[in-house]
C-alpha cells in the first residue's frame, strides 16, 4: 500500500516502489474492463469481415460482389471501386509511420498475400464470413520480392528504430581484428515471429455526422487519432479515438492498422457502428509482425580475454512503402568495450505484410545472436562466461563515448551470479538427460518522450488524473495511481486515473519501454503544479510549504521544520479559486541529459536447461534476472512484466517461428496451434530480482525503462545453456528438437 507519511517536501517522490495490486485487476477479473470488441455503441453495431488477397503482389482486374450481396443480412461489400475516398497509402512521406494514411481499399494494388481487398458488412459476424467468401475477385498476379540470404539485403534503411543510425562504428576494426588471439566468424538466422499479444486486433467505429468516435486497441492514442484523420482526410479534432483497456500490443499496436480504417470506412459509408474483431488467424497477416534477421558477426579477444574488435552485420526485410527497420546490432554498440567496433544494417524491400516494432525490436533477435557469439569467443578464450563479460564491461559507451546516466551490469551479474549459485552448477549427466548453464547480458536503450497529463482536485478531497496513456497490461492504472497518492499522502482509493481517451491531454503512449517513466514523470509534475496552486490560494509560497491531506482537509506545514502553517476544508480552497474543482495540466519533455549522456536498463540473464539427447527435447528449468532499471515504480508489477519478458525469451530460443512459403510469401502457421509460444508447462522457475539505482538523469521518477528488458538476452541465456548442456551450437533459431537430434 502507499506510504501515508510521504509528502511533497520535496520533489524526487520516495514511497512509489510498493508492490500493489492492479487497481483495474477487480475489473478485469470480472469482465466489467470494456475492451475494444466489447464496446457498445447506441446501436448495435453491424460485423465485418475482412476478403484478403491470394496472391502475393499484383493488381484487381475485377472483382465480383454481386452474389455476396445477395445474402441474408449483408448490408454492404466495400472494395476500391465504392470505399470512401481516402489519402493514398504513406501520404505525406514526411509525417512518419505512425501519422501517414494507411488507406484501405484506396486503389487495385495487391501489397502482400492476405492484403485487404473487400470488407464484407453485415447484420452478423457469420453472415458477413459466409458473404465473404463469395467475392471473386480476379488478378493480375507478379512474383513476389523476399528475402532469402543475406546478400540480397543491400539497402540502407534511413534509419533505425529508436532514432539509431543504420552505421556506426569506432577504431580501427581490421587492425583490431588481427590482433585478436581468439576470433569467432558466424552468421546467426533468426526466425520471423509475430507479437501474439492476447487481444486480437479490434475496432467499434461509429459515426455521429461530424464526430468519427473510434474504440479500438491502440498503444499510443494521439498518433492514432492523427493517423486516421489523415487516412480519411478529416480534422482531427473530428476524430475521438477511445482505448481504455488494451490486451496487451507488444508493437503490433502501436500504430494504426487495417481493421481499424476498414471500420472506419463501414461506419461512414453506412452511417452505421461496425465492429471489426479479428479472428487469430487474421491477426498474422492483418497487424504488423517482425522480419527474420541474418546477423554475421566475427568477435575477437587477446590472450587476456579481453575483446578486441565486434563487427555485427545485420541483414533483414523492410515492407514496401513503409519504413521501419530493427536496430538489431544495438547491443553490439552498447554492451562491451572493444579496442574496435563496427556495426552495419542492410534491408532489403519485400513484399509482406508490415513489418514493425516487435516485442524489443533490434535487442531481442540482436542480443539472441549476439550474446551467443560472445559466449563462442569466451569459450574459445577458455574463460567462464560469466567472467569473460564482467571482464568486458565498458566504463562509457563503447561507441559513442558518452559517459553513461547509470550503469550497474557488472552489479547485476555480480549479484546474480550469488542468487542463481553460478559458481557451484555442476553440468550433469544422468542417463538421457544433460543439464547446462548459461548467461546473457540484456542492455536496452532508456527513452522519454513527450508526455501530458491533467490532475484534479474535487471537494470530496478525491484526485482524478486524466491522459490518453494506456494500460497495454503492464500497469500504467497502478503506477500513476501510486505516483499521486504517493506525493499527497494520500489513500489510492482516493485517486482515480482515467486512460486511453484522445479528448484527454497526449501522452507518449506504450512502446519502446517509455511509457512509464514519460506519462508518470508528466503526473509527478502535474501533482508539484497542484501542491503550487494549493500554496498560493493559502497565501503561502510552493517553495516554503509542504502539504498534506488529512481528511476532508488540507494542512500546510513548514518545509524542513514541519510547523502547520495553515488548514482548511479542501471545499473552502476550491471555493477561493472561483471554480468547481482545482485542475492543473503539466507536460514534460526529455531534456539535455537524453543527449548528453547514454541511457540504458541493464540485466544479468541466467539459464539452466534440461537437454534430452534422446529425444531432443530441451525443457527449461529455471531463468533467473537481476535488472537495474532505475527507480522500481512497483516491485510487484515490475517483476511480473520481467518475467513476462523472460518468458518471450524462451518463446525466441525455443520455439517461435511463422514460416513463409516462398512461392507466394503467404505465412503457413497462421495460429497457436502451429506457431508456438511458451506455455505455462514449457516454464519452469522464474526469479526476477533488482540491482535498484534511481537515475534522475533518465527520467524525473528517477526511473529507467522495463518494458523490453526482460526480453532481451533471455533467449541468449537459455541457448548457451542447451550449449554448454551438449557441447553443440546452434546458430538459427529457433532450437528445435529436430535441429538437437
Ligand atoms: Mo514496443 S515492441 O515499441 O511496443
Known amino acids: 500500500m502507499a506510504n501515508a507519511n510521504a509528502t511533497n517536501a520535496h520533489s524526487k517522490v520516495s514511497a512509489v516502489g510498493q508492490p500493489l495490486n492492479r487497481v483495474d485487476g477487480p475489473l478485469k477479473v470480472q469482465g466489467k474492463a470494456t475492451y475494444a470488441a466489447e464496446y457498445l455503441p447506441s446501436q448495435k453495431p453491424l460485423a465485418g469481415w475482412i476478403v484478403g488477397a491470394t496472391i502475393p503482389r499484383g493488381t484487381i482486374t475485377a472483382i465480383d460482389t454481386t452474389e455476396a450481396e445477395k445474402q441474408a443480412g449483408v448490408k454492404a461489400v ?7 475516398s481516402q489519402l493514398p497509402f504513406g501520404q505525406p512521406e514526411d509525417k512518419g509511420r505512425f501519422k501517414q494514411s494507411r488507406a484501405m481499399l484506396n486503389d487495385a494494388k495487391i501489397r502482400y498475400f492476405g492484403f485487404p481487398v473487400a470488407l464484407v458488412i453485415a447484420d452478423t459476424l457469420e453472415q458477413a464470413r459466409y458473404a465473404a467468401s463469395l467475392v471473386a475477385v480476379s488478378t ?56 501474439a499479444a492476447m487481444e486480437p486486433h479490434a475496432c467499434v467505429a461509429e459515426f455521429d455526422g461530424t464526430k468519427l468516435h473510434v474504440h479500438m486497441s ?116 552498447s554492451t562491451y568495450r572493444a579496442d574496435a567496433i563496427s556495426s552495419t544494417h542492410r534491408v532489403k524491400v519485400v513484399d509482406s505484410p508490415l513489418l514493425d516494432s516487435t516485442r524489443a525490436p533490434g535487442d531481442a533477435i540482436g542480443s539472441l545472436a549476439f550474446e551467443s557469439a560472445i559466449d563462442e569467443v569466451a569459450r574459445k578464450s577458455n574463460i567462464d562466461p560469466l567472467t569473460f563479460r564482467i571482464n568486458n564491461m565498458p566504463d562509457k559507451h563503447p561507441v559513442s563515448g558518452k559517459p553513461f546516466s547509470s550503469h550497474a551490469l557488472k552489479q547485476c551479474f555480480e549479484e546474480g ?42 471537494a470530496d478531497g478525491s ?75 493559502s497565501g503561502y509560497k510552493e517553495s516554503s510549504a509542504a502539504i498534506r491531506f488529512a481528511d476532508e482537509r488540507i494542512v500546510l506545514s513548514e518545509k524542513g521544520s514541519g510547523k502547520e502553517l495553515a488548514a482548511s476544508s479542501i471545499a473552502t480552497l476550491i471555493g477561493k479559486s472561483g471554480k468547481d474543482k482545482l485542475s492543473v495540466e503539466a507536460s514534460i519533455a526529455p531534456g539535455d541529459d537524453h543527449d548528453n549522456y547514454a541511457q540504458f536498463s541493464t540485466g544479468a540473464q541466467f539459464a539452466e536447461v534440461e537437454v534430452d539427447t534422446v529425444t531432443g527435447e530441451i525443457r527449461v528449468i529455471r531463468q533467473l534476472g537481476v535488472f537495474s532499471a532505475g527507480k522500481i515504480l512497483n516491485h510487484k508489477t515490475a517483476t511480473s512484466q520481467l518475467g513476462g519478458g523472460m518468458i518471450w525469451g524462451a518463446g525466441y530460443a525455443l520455439m517461435e517461428n511463422l514460416v513463409t512459403d516462398q512461392r507466394d510469401g503467404s505465412f503457413i502457421n497462421c495460429d497457436f496451434a502451429e506457431y508456438h509460444i511458451p506455455v505455462n508447462r514449457d516454464i519452469g522457475d522464474i526469479e526476477v530480482h533488482f540491482i535498484e539505482e534511481p537515475d534522475y ?12 528488458l526482460g526480453i532481451t538476452g533471455s533467449g541468449a541465456a537459455i541457448a548457451n545453456a542447451v550449449t554448454d548442456a551438449i557441447g553443440v551450437r546452434f546458430r538459427e533459431f529457433p532450437i528445435t528438437l529436430d535441429k538437437v537430434l
Open 78 to 84: 466495400l472494395t476500391h471501386l465504392n470505399a470512401p
Open 140 to 195: 493480375d498476379e507478379e512474383a513476389p520480392n523476399l528475402l532469402t540470404s543475406p546478400e540480397e539485403a543491400r539497402d540502407v534503411p534511413e534509419s533505425l528504430d529508436g532514432g539509431l543510425e543504420a552505421d556506426a562504428s569506432m577504431g580501427e576494426i581490421a587492425a583490431a581484428q588481427q590482433r585478436a588471439q581468439s576470433l569467432v566468424n558466424v552468421t546467426y538466422q533468426t526466425p520471423t515471429q509475430v507479437s
Open 218 to 333: 491502440v498503444q499510443v492514442v494521439a498518433s492514432a487519432v492523427e493517423a486516421i484523420a489523415t487516412t480519411l482526410k478529416m480534422e482531427p479534432e473530428n476524430v475521438v479515438v477511445h482505448s481504455p483497456y488494451v490486451g496487451g500490443g507488444f508493437g503490433s499496436k502501436l500504430g494504426v492498422f487495417n481493421e481499424t480504417i476498414l471500420a472506419c470506412l463501414g461506419a461512414l459509408h453506412l452511417n452505421q457502428p461496425v465492429r471489426i474483431a479479428l479472428s487469430r488467424r487474421q491477426v498474422f497477416k492483418n497487424a504488423p509482425h517482425r522480419g527474420h534477421s541474418y546477423q554475421h558477426m566475427t568477435l575477437g579477444s587477446d590472450e587476456n580475454g579481453a575483446l578486441t574488435s565486434i563487427r555485427h552485420n545485420s541483414y533483414m526485410p523492410m515492407a514496401r512503402d513503409y519504413q521501419f527497420a530493427e536496430p538489431t546490432g544495438a547491443g553490439a554498440r
Open 417 to 458: 551470479a550469488k542468487k542463481f549459485g553460478w559458481a557451484e552448477r555442476q553440468s550433469s549427466t544422468n542417463g538421457n538427460k544433460r543439464r547446462g548453464f548459461g548467461v546473457a547480458s540484456a542492455v536496452r536503450l532508456n527513452m522519454i518522450t513527450p508526455s501530458a497529463a491533467q490532475l484534479s482536485l474535487t
Open 463 to 537: 484526485l482524478k488524473v486524466s491522459t490518453d496513456m494506456t494500460d497495454i497490461g503492464t500497469g500504467t492504472y497502478t503506477i500513476l495511481t501510486q505516483i499521486v497518492s504517493d506525493y499527497f499522502g494520500i489513500d489510492t482509493a482516493k485517486v482515480t486515473v482515467d486512460l486511453g481517451h484522445s479528448t484527454s491531454p497526449a501522452s507518449s503512449g506504450s512502446g519502446g519501454s517509455f511509457g512509464a517513466s514519460s506519462s508518470g514523470s508528466s503526473v509527478l509534475l502535474a501533482c508539484e503544479k497542484l501542491a503550487q496552486k494549493v500554496c498560493q490560494l
Open 697 to 708: 538523469k533518465a527520467s524525473k521518477l528517477g526511473s529507467k525503462g522495463i518494458g523490453e
